[in-house]
């Protein structure tokens, strides 16, 4: 493991993250990475800490990533499942928070929909001066910082695998495709793409584009220090791209009345062979996942390994949230 | 640990515990509390045993403290949670026990809605000559012994931190508040402070107060052993209190009529500052949670260091069934 | 463990199992059960894999079967339960598969209610070129072979306790009787059985037939290898037969007709005591659990010892599934 300090103690969102600590995350799940590939996949960092998965919202992907990585460590997993629990018998969420501190947890992983709960959580975390972490696995439509950080080591360990690094993405051109205004995925990932930075643009129906980032408007590059650009139509934002981030949809999207019909925003926002020509030769493709096949790629596309990272980014999660988990746990010892 | 000899098999309530018993409870789990401190919170005792949860009603709270405790003591854990089980292809609940006991399983911790189903699985397994435990985890309105006796560690622990044990009670007022005729958690606690030689101020309205009490219902004393007293109104059974425990309340009970409404509830029961004024001046207020914050007990009470045992509890819960699945798992190595 | 090569990468199905290999499992599983009886039940052959359950159908016996299997031989496991999955998202199985190999998992237990789903992952995995071994724990009413593997291990283990092995069958003769149209279970036997050289005896009701036997029917003996015989009345089935497996009757049968009532199936296909007089003395019943009490069995045969192997068959079901996931896992190493 590299010898970075570490000081962050709870990881809520990508924010406010310096270029040290993304180069701390990317060399330590490098190593993690090389860690899984031999035959005893464990190493004993956590061993008798606890790690909680408390999932207020549903998601067996994101849950079981980070059960797999607290378990890589020798860490205890404890699932929580909002569907089960004590919320429907009316306790509040920052008393079951406190209930699982008061077993004897040492690092909450949260996940809610509901923007800003990881946060109000690590609050009282520290207004009780406990040394309990709290780590947002997605909150609402705020922030996904484990996602954003995975996508980032993806990239950069396809750019240099000995040595990912986040200036390797400097004068990149990274295109973000779909349901901006409803995702917490671009959000992580528009910090940690513009720290590089990288060259950001975001495509999508004037209907998904967050009104927040109007100001930020743009078909010809007048942005936020020239790195975030703004387009409603798919084509400027891939061309000459070297990466592109599509999102998934979800499909309420429709009867919301956001969107006209599942075959039109494929037509429009889809990543198809066809438009991905528009792109560098050698562009490749992400999705956080899970993949509406034929709706924001296509699926003969989302299979062809010379295109698609997707499943590159499925390993690349585990290998980034052991680091966290070992970054903010390993403080504690 | 202490050398203590224990012959109980199962753990299915705490009427008939004897004193030696509560003391090697409180004294073992002591023990496991100093290990909860350490860097290294686990221990080998179990290993290689498994200890099944066999929730046939739902409860995350209980369910991840035994589990922790479990995982503590190095036993291998498996959950099993009626929602998603074969009850709903048919199966009895003591066909359900015997396949679990088939497959191995050491210790099987057991919450059910109907009382006495712990009983008839644990009378089973001896009729069968099995050795697995069986650990009540609540049946009913009969008992939640790991409840009793975590309560009666988080008192006796604060009494005097360094030697727990039930004679520290002797004298004291304890006043239990709320809904006593549902309470599995009241059962348990009024057999084991009665045991200790506490007086037991049970206050509940007259809806909610057991009529198997009946009998021994005397506002001024004279009752069982003169240490149960029975009261319609909170305040003599707070006067002068040295621990209050208040329960949780059902809020099905006011849609069966037996409450007027939560607002006069909390008027009337519900723990408040003003309320305490009427105890001993170092008062300490339990609640085996979750809470409804505003009725069982004001908020900002709750949170209150200076008051509350609240969280103390949940701690003490772990350590309690450490101690319960080292005595009744230990006894068959 | 015995020195056995073991080639066969997925556990698919049992109708290209070979005696070398029915016999490696028999030999395996015998040891892996005498590791069971001792204090310490855990090897750490499988340290540092990951065993996913994914139960696509619910299955909180087969799956707590195999959860136990994989830690006694120390594997992490993951449980996937359909319920509360992505599979919600619109996300396809083989997607949903392909995140839990990109995420490290070693060995797939896979359950679905069609036929043929595990044969498709693994078929895919092996399309990638990927080491995940798959195993079916159950798909549609196709096959699941680690039950007619256990039901074997149960008999043959009966027959010759120090040295199971599959030509202790040849020439009994086992009575397959109940919803033989519907049953996996009933297929996986059938061609564990009959390599065995057992005669084995099909009874069901008309409407509860494969029409696929349809060809082989005989009331006197015309059949496959002369091995396999079809039944429409229970007693020719029963008539000096060694083994009974009785089979598990879905209450849904009754409602698509197939069926006139429970009462009368269990009258004329119901295994009692009055019925085994038909059969040889020392004749043994099985059944693959959860059993309808009074329905496929009466309830006071299914406790009786001398007859009843059900819950031997549960203890049996950890063994084997302990000697499958050794041997498609300790391939990868």
Request: aromatic share 6%; net charge neutral.
């Amino acid at each position: 493991m590299p010898t970075t300090t570490w000081n962050r103690h709870h990881i809520l969102s990508l924010s406010d993250f310096t270029t040290v600590e993304y180069d701390a995350v990317l060399q330590t799940a490098a190593s993690f990475q090389e860690v899984l590939s031999r035959r005893t996949k464990k190493v004993p960092t956590l061993q008798g800490q606890v790690v909680a998965n408390l999932f207020f919202e549903p998601s067996t992907r994101t849950r079981s990533s980070f059960e797999i990585a607290a378990k890589r460590l020798s860490a205890d997993t404890l699932n929580f499942a909002a569907a089960t629990s004590s919320m429907t018998k009316g306790e509040t969420i920052l008393d079951t928070a406190k209930t699982y501190l008061a077993m004897g947890t040492d690092i909450m992983v949260i996940r809610h929909r509901e923007a800003g709960v990881p946060n109000a959580i690590a609050q009282e975390m520290d207004r009780l001066g406990v040394k309990v972490s709290v780590l947002n696995a997605g909150d609402g439509q705020h922030e996904h910082p484990s996602q954003g950080l995975l996508d980032l080591f993806t990239i950069c360990t396809l750019l240099d695998p000995a040595n990912p690094r986040i200036e390797l993405l400097k004068g990149k051109k990274i295109a973000i495709v779909g349901d901006i205004l409803h995702s917490r995925v671009a959000r992580s990932n528009i910090w940690s793409l513009t720290a590089s930075g990288a060259q950001v643009h975001l495509a999508a129906p004037p209907t998904l584009l967050p009104k927040i980032f109007a100001e930020y408007f743009s078909e010809d590059a007048t942005s936020l220090n020239r790195q975030l650009f703004l387009h409603w139509e798919v084509e400027p934002a891939l061309r000459d791209a070297d990466f592109v981030m599509t999102l998934r949809l979800q499909k309420e999207r429709m009867t919301a009345h956001l969107l006209p019909s599942l075959r039109e925003y494929h037509q429009l926002f889809g990543i198809t062979r066809n438009k991905l020509r528009l792109c560098k030769p050698n562009v490749k493709v992400l999705h956080p996942g899970p993949v509406n096949r034929g709706v924001e790629i296509s699926s003969d596309l989302m299979d062809d390994p010379e295109f698609s990272l997707i499943q590159a980014q499925v390993t690349s999660g585990v290998a980034v949230r052991m680091a966290l988990l070992y970054f903010i746990g390993s403080g504690k010892l």
